[in-house]
């Protein structure tokens, strides 16, 4: 099992590029998460899954959009880049909520 | 809005020691909590949980512990190695989300 992989590892955007990060999982989860870790802080909530189809808002979701169309994928998608979008995200999934969440290794996205 | 607090931006312990990890929290509405380790560029890893009509959960080296009362959450790590130096988040949970702590750096010295 390859677990939570996401691409690409790194991106540098323009502001007002547009761009997708995405993430895969292989455990066959129901619950998907997208989060972003600010240098120093820990990690706010994005955007949600609870199955494919469904999506939810999490704590900071603007200027942020997903879609879930399979279990496996769930792509977040940045339209109109901004400096305050430079940060590391983070995709986890989870088989439901109250277990433990599975964390891919992360995007490191700088918008310049 | 600040639910959840990791007041030790960073520790130092000796090899050996015990490591003491704190949180507090002020929504009542958590309902499970968990402890993640992070090393620099990898994801987060969970560590230990804890459900909210427990007050302790050991595995390991590590055992966590919760003062529902207090709203207080802590990891204790005995003895520590230097393998454990990483940043750990505490974790709170309610319905389908996690609210995540800013992270206490933990350092282990040989």
């Known amino acids: 099992n390859a677990g939570v992989t996401q691409t690409p590892k790194f991106r540098i955007l323009k502001i007002g590029q547009s761009m997708t990060l995405q993430c895969t999982q292989d455990m066959n989860h129901n619950y998907m998460y997208w989060y972003r870790q600010d240098p120093g802080m820990g990690l706010k909530l994005i955007y949600y899954s609870v199955g494919a189809g469904i999506t939810d808002k999490g704590e900071v979701p603007n200027g942020y959009n997903v879609s879930r169309s399979t279990t496996e994928d769930f792509p977040l998608r940045l339209e109109l880049a901004a400096p305050s979008q430079t940060s590391v995200y983070f995709c986890?999934?989870?088989?439901?909520?109250?277990?433990?969440?599975?964390f891919g290794p992360g995007t490191r996205l700088t918008v310049l | 809005d600040q639910q959840v607090k990791q007041n030790s931006p960073s520790l130092s312990v000796q090899e050996g020691r015990i490591s003491i990890l704190n949180c507090d929290y002020t929504n009542s509405m958590f309902d499970y909590f968990l402890w993640y380790k992070k090393y620099p560029a990898e994801g987060p890893t969970f560590l230990i949980s804890i459900s909210s009509i427990k007050d302790k959960n050991e595995d390991g080296r590590f055992t966590v512990f919760l003062n529902k009362s207090a709203k207080h959450l802590s990891l204790h790590i005995v003895p520590s190695q230097p393998g454990d130096s990483a940043v750990y988040f505490c974790?709170?949970?309610?319905?389908?989300?996690?609210?995540f702590g800013g992270g206490t750096r933990l350092m282990v010295k040989p």
């Open positions: 974790a709170f949970g309610a319905g389908n989300m996690l609210t």
């Open positions: 986890a999934s989870a088989p439901s909520s109250y277990n433990e969440q599975f």
